[in-house]
T-cell receptor, first 115, second 112 residues
Framework: AQKVTQAQTEISVVEKEDVTLDCVYETRDTTYYLFWYKQPPSGELVFLIRRNSFDEQNEISGRYSWNFQKSTSSFNFTITASQVVDSAVYFCALSGGGSNYKLTFGKGTLLTVNP | EAGVAQSPRYKIIEKRQSVAFWCNPISGHATLYWYQQILGQGPKLLIQFQNNGVVDDSQLPKDRFSAERLKGVDSTLKIQPAKLEDSAVYLC??????????FGPGTRLLVL
């Protein structure tokens, strides 16, 4: 069975602070994919990143960066110099390989960035 | 490129009534998913289509929920009869060749 744990239910920061959202996953698949999605108050899930299990390189996209460590089964997400527009619920998700690719989501972390 | 379209955006019904949701995926995306998101939780997959065939419906409550994807494009999800616990956001997503999933705005259902 697959499982995603986002231990941080809510995080509150002040604008321009850096913030890291934690994600720990469990899977028996050797090939799998990890995702982060953003869900702003409007409700639509916005795709941020996908990583496959064979690519442990960290990735940076503007103010966003992701740290994938298979040894600790973690896929953490850092926002540098946070902005008010970053306020949203962030979901980490996992899918297996094979023919299914269904996403198993964590419970999400509510990030509030205060001005 | 147009995103995933869903309608209606909001629906309020009484328990035991029926309701249907519609989804139009991104053009060319072969895979379509329906998720249920209860308040405060992450989305949960209800059903996955590959073209017009069902790949996974293991978590679909088949006694009351049904879904179809005619001609491998649009899809409808129906609940009949609705229960109070069906109050949730119903999200449709599509992906090209089982890749990253792109979500629509969702339909917020309230069952009274």
């Amino acid at each position: 069975a697959q499982k995603v744990t986002q231990a941080q239910t809510e995080i509150s920061v002040v604008e321009k602070e850096d913030v890291t959202l934690d994600c720990v996953y469990e899977t028996r698949d050797t090939t799998y994919y990890l995702f982060w999605y953003k869900q702003p108050p409007s409700g639509e899930l916005v795709f941020l990143i996908r990583r496959n299990s064979f690519d442990e390189q960290n990735e940076i996209s503007g103010r966003y960066s992701w740290n994938f460590q298979k040894s600790t089964s973690s896929f953490n997400f850092t926002i540098t110099a946070s902005q008010v527009v970053d306020s949203a619920v962030y979901f980490c998700a996992l899918s297996g390989g094979g023919s299914n690719y269904k996403l198993t989501f964590g419970k999400g972390t509510l990030l509030t960035v205060n001005p | 490129e147009a995103g995933v379209a869903q309608s209606p955006r909001y629906k309020i019904i009484e328990k035991r009534q029926s309701v249907a949701f519609w989804c139009n995926p991104i053009s060319g995306h072969a895979t379509l998913y329906w998720y249920q998101q209860i308040l405060g939780q992450g989305p949960k997959l209800l059903i996955q289509f590959q073209n017009n065939g069902v790949v996974d419906d293991s978590q679909l409550p088949k006694d009351r929920f049904s879904a179809e994807r005619l001609k491998g494009v649009d899809s409808t999800l129906k609940i009949q009869p609705a229960k109070l616990e069906d109050s949730a956001v119903y999200l449709c997503a599509s992906s090209p060749n089982l890749g990253a999933q792109y979500f629509g705005p969702g339909t917020r259902l309230l069952v009274l």
